[in-house]
C-alpha cells in the first residue's frame, strides 16, 4: 500500500476511543468507592454528574442516557447506605443529574449527527481521490512504483500535487506534479491536467507534444470556465518515458524540481539544460520542450517529487537534505522509503508539514527485464 495515503484509524486512535467510552465507568466506580470509603462529611457524590457529561464524547444518545440513569441511581444508593431518604439535597441532586443527563444526551445526538455528515464527506472524498488521484499500479512493465502522497489540508486526501503512471505501447510514461497554491481552486486545476494527459499519453508521438497538450488542456478549460479559479494557476510538471528494450529514461521539465537518479550510494539529479516553463505560462516566452536522455538500467531508482519535499525546512530555515537522505538510504528496500521518507520529513520539518507532498520511486529491478504489466497496489 502506498505510503501516506490515509486508511483507517490506527492503534493509537481505537485505544484513545476505547479509553474516551470507559472513562464515565471509570467515573462513576471511583466516585461511588471514595464516597463509602469516606466520612459522611466528605461528599464525593456531587463528581457523578461527570459520568453522564463524558458520555456524551464517545456514546450514543441511549448510550449517554444509560449512563445518566447509572449515574443516579448511584447517587441514589449512596443515600440509602447514609439513610439519608427522601431528603432535600438527594431529591435536589437527582434533579441535577436528570438535567445534565439530558443535556449530554442532546451533545451526543449533534455529535453522532455531526460523524454522520463527516462519514458521508469522507466516502465522497474517498470517490473524488480514487477518481481523480487513481491508485498506482504496483508494476508497469518491467518498473516497480511506490508512492508517498499527502495532501497539507488536515483530514484531506487530495490536494494541489498530482501523479499519475500508465502502460503505452512501446513504453511507461509517467506525470508527477504541483500546482501553485492550495485549496480546492488546486484540486480543480489538478483534475483538469490530470484529465489531458490521460487523453493525450497514448496518442501523443514524444514527451514534447505530451507537454503542449497539458497547456492546451488547461487553456481549453479557461477559455470555457473564464471565472474558474484554474485559469489563473499554473503548474510545474515533470514527464517520463521508459522506453521498452532501452535502459534509458527520457525526462521534460516544465519548470520542476529534478529528479534524482540514484545507483547504488551514487545520486546524481537530472540535469536539464533547458526545462521549459510551468503549464499556463508558456505562452510568456517563445520555447521549445526539450527532452533529456539518462541510462537508467537494472537496479537503479528514479525519484520524482514536489517542492513540498524540498523545500521542508528545519528550525534554522535549512531546506531539508533530500540527496543526502537519499545516499543513505541506499541499502534500504525500496518498497519502505515512502514510510522513512515521511516520517524523516516530519521530524525535520518545523511545526510538521505545512505542504502537499508527493513523492514517487520507480524502481528498476535487477532481477525483472520482462515486459508487462503484473498486478496493482490499492491506495
Known amino acids: 500500500m502506498p505510503a501516506g495515503h490515509r486508511g483507517r484509524p490506527g492503534t493509537a486512535t481505537r485505544t484513545q476511543f476505547n479509553l474516551g467510552r470507559a472513562l464515565p465507568f471509570l467515573v462513576l466506580v471511583l ?53 439519608e431518604g427522601l431528603v432535600p439535597e438527594l431529591v435536589a441532586s437527582e434533579v441535577v ?35 481523480v488521484l487513481r491508485p498506482l499500479p504496483a508494476h508497469l512493465a518491467r518498473y516497480d512504483l511506490y508512492l508517498l502522497y499527502v495532501a497539507a489540508a488536515a483530514k484531506a486526501r487530495i490536494g494541489g500535487d498530482f501523479y499519475e503512471a500508465v502502460r503505452v505501447p512501446g513504453a511507461v510514461r509517467i506525470m508527477l506534479g504541483d500546482v501553485q497554491g492550495k485549496g480546492l481552486g488546486a484540486v480543480e486545476t489538478a483534475s483538469v491536467l490530470l ?20 497547456d492546451e488542456g488547461l487553456a481549453r478549460y479557461g477559455a470555457w470556465d473564464p471565472d474558474s479559479d484554474a485559469a489563473e494557476r499554473f503548474a510545474t510538471v515533470v514527464l517520463v518515458e521508459l522506453p521498452d528494450g532501452e535502459d534509458i529514461a527520457r525526462l521534460l521539465s516544465c519548470g520542476h524540481p529534478a529528479p534524482l537518479v540514484q545507483r547504488g550510494s551514487q545520486v546524481d539529479a537530472v540535469e536539464f539544460a533547458d526545462p521549459s516553463l ?16 539518462v541510462p537508467f538500467g537494472p537496479g537503479d531508482r528514479l525519484l520524482l517529487y514536489t517542492d513540498g519535499v524540498s523545500e521542508t525546512r528545519d528550525r534554522a ?19 519502505n522509503l515512502p ?24 524502481v528498476y529491478p535487477p532481477e525483472r527485464t520482462t515486459v508487462g504489466s503484473v498486478s496493482s497496489r490499492t491506495g
Open 339 to 362: 514510510d522513512i521518507l515521511h516520517k524523516d520529513l516530519a521530524r525535520y520539518g518545523t511545526g510538521g508539514l505545512d505542504d502537499d507532498i508527493a513523492a514517487l520511486i520507480v
Open 278 to 293: 510551468p503549464v499556463n505560462l508558456a505562452g510568456l516566452a517563445d520555447s521549445r520542450h526539450r527532452v533529456e536522455e
Open 31 to 83: 466516585t461511588f468507592l471514595a464516597d463509602v470509603a469516606t466520612p459522611d462529611r466528605e461528599r464525593f457524590d456531587r463528581l457523578l454528574v461527570a459520568a453522564p457529561a463524558l458520555a456524551a464524547v464517545t456514546w450514543s444518545v441511549r448510550g449517554t442516557i444509560g449512563i445518566g440513569l447509572l449515574a443516579m441511581g448511584a447517587r441514589l444508593l449512596l443515600g440509602v447506605i447514609r439513610g
Open 195 to 214: 484529465g489531458s494527459f490521460r487523453a493525450a499519453v497514448n496518442d501523443a508521438p514524444d514527451l514534447a507534444v505530451l507537454a503542449d497538450r497539458l
Open 97 to 131: 443529574l436528570a438535567a445534565v443527563t439530558v443535556a449530554a444526551a442532546w451533545v451526543s445526538r449533534v455529535r453522532t449527527r455531526y460523524e454522520q455528515d463527516l462519514r458521508e464527506l469522507t466516502a465522497v472524498a474517498e470517490v473524488v481521490q480514487r477518481v
Open 317 to 335: 530555515g535549512t531546506f531539508y537534505p533530500l540527496e543526502p537522505r537519499l545516499r543513505g538510504w541506499a541499502r534500504e528496500p525500496a518498497r
